[in-house]
């Protein structure tokens, strides 16, 4: 009969664990590999009386890096933390070990629970660093955060949120503006469309008929009205990019840019009627980030937790929407080209697509599962094109869903325990007070 092996005895933060040696040596060079080796018993915490080596670690893991010599197959706990995760593998010397395919999910999602809470982290950190800041000697830095919190931080005072009402007023005056300066635009653009014909009015020396001349002349008090507007929004960027705390990060925001562009219309105009040139007409896309502006409305009426944690999804999902536009171009040029020379195949119908680009467009209103019908494929083989064109756009609209609702809820449950956390943190304050 073969004689029994001796056996090992690990006591892992109270919890005893038996196991043989030949398990152990599965992995040369780990910790638990060491204790095989003869001076084992003298270089660690041996007990003689118990024949026992004690470990003060999480027992609940170590149940799982055992079970890993076992059978050369690493698993993690249910409620895992990555955190965790790395600092055991690492207390056990296992570098290299490969996850079961059974727990990449969870420690996927443990990794992008620890993402969103350094989301709101990193809020809480740049707002004590603000406070911080306010508390320094200089006296620009002492001024910085109560200009900016003016300015920017409606909710700190009452003269901030006076300041921010104004200043949306002025945002939804100059729209208005815009607006009603489009009325006249037609008539205006129509003046200058007429000055080949103006000998039906018996007038060659250039001057317009009345009912234009009247669109002419409200231009400029048109411009002069807007220019009202836009000096207040010089005066107000240049403050807050004056006061920023951090540039960099204030340049690199979508309604700072907007403001921004929405300088440089009116002043640019004006140079232009100055110098007695026509008004630029261009220059209304650049009008456009007026309608951006509005968006400051989210500044003045405090968002939501929904509105904060679906911003936070928006931008982290960057990325993929950025593949997925990609996607989209591919399948628009592959799908234009195809429907394009099928239908140029059938000679029973007149052609639909009379160039690639109108194919294209097509494609692009098929995959999007818009469908205006301005252009049909008639032919047998464009029309089961057309059905693979349906087919994929619904399909590659489909796909992305359950992405964002992920990330949405990840967002969101994080939200959820930092504002339950920062609860607590008042709670006892307002008990002992």
């Known amino acids: 009969m073969k004689p029994m092996e001796e056996k090992i005895t690990l006591n892992i933060g109270g919890v005893r664990f038996e196991t043989y040696p030949r398990t152990l040596q599965a992995f040369p060079g780990t910790r638990l590999c060491r204790l095989t080796e003869p001076q084992a018993c003298a270089s660690l915490d041996y007990n003689p009386r118990l024949k026992e080596f004690f470990f003060d670690r999480n027992a609940n893991f170590f149940d799982e ?4 010599y076992r059978t050369k197959r690493l698993h993690c706990p249910e409620e895992v933390c990555k955190s965790v995760l790395e600092e055991e593998l690492a207390f ?13 999910q969870k420690v996927r999602k443990a990794e992008m629970q620890e993402e969103e809470r350094k989301v709101w982290d990193e809020e809480d950190t740049q707002s004590l660093l603000d406070q911080a800041a306010g508390r320094r000697s200089s006296w620009r830095v002492r001024w910085q955060p109560k200009v900016w919190a003016l300015f920017e931080k409606p909710h700190s005072s009452l003269s901030a949120k006076c300041l921010a009402a104004f200043s949306m007023l002025f945002n939804i005056g100059i729209c208005i503006l815009f607006l009603w300066k489009t009325y006249d635009m037609r008539g205006i653009l129509h003046q200058y469309a007429m000055r080949g014909t103006l000998h039906h ?9 009345p009912d234009e001349y009247s669109s002419q002349k409200k231009l400029p008090l048109f411009l002069h009205l807007e220019l009202f507007f836009v000096l207040w929004f010089t005066f107000e960027f240049i403050t807050r990019l004056t006061f920023c705390p951090d540039k960099k990060k204030f340049l690199r925001s979508a309604l700072n840019l907007a403001d921004f562009l929405s300088l440089f219309p009116v002043y640019v105009e004006l140079f232009l009627a100055g110098a007695g040139n026509h008004p630029v007409y261009w220059l209304g896309f650049f009008r456009l980030a007026y309608f951006f502006k509005l968006l400051k409305v989210v500044k003045v009426v405090e968002p939501t937790l929904v509105f904060r944690v679906l911003s936070h999804t928006s931008s982290s999902l960057l990325r993929e929407a950025l593949i997925l536009l990609l996607i989209f171009a591919f399948e628009i040029v592959f799908f234009g080209v195809l429907v394009y020379y099928a239908d140029l195949l059938h000679k029973e119908h007149e052609m639909q697509f009379g160039s690639l680009m109108s194919s294209f467009w097509w494609a692009a209103i098929t995959l999007t599962t818009v469908g205006y019908g301005d252009v049909v494929p008639l032919s047998t083989y464009s029309q089961a094109v057309g059905a693979c064109v349906a087919l994929s756009g619904v399909l590659t609209i489909v796909v992305p869903i359950p992405l964002f609702y992920i990330k949405f809820k990840g967002y969101y449950d994080a939200a959820l325990v930092k504002e339950r956390m920062k609860r607590m943190k008042k709670t006892p304050a307002l008990l002992s007070s």
């Open 92 to 104: 056990w010397g296992i570098q290299e070990a490969l996850l079961a395919p059974c727990c990449w």
């Open 201 to 209: 009015y018996g007038n060659r020396s250039g001057e317009f008929p």
């Open 65 to 68: 890096v055992l079970n890993y």
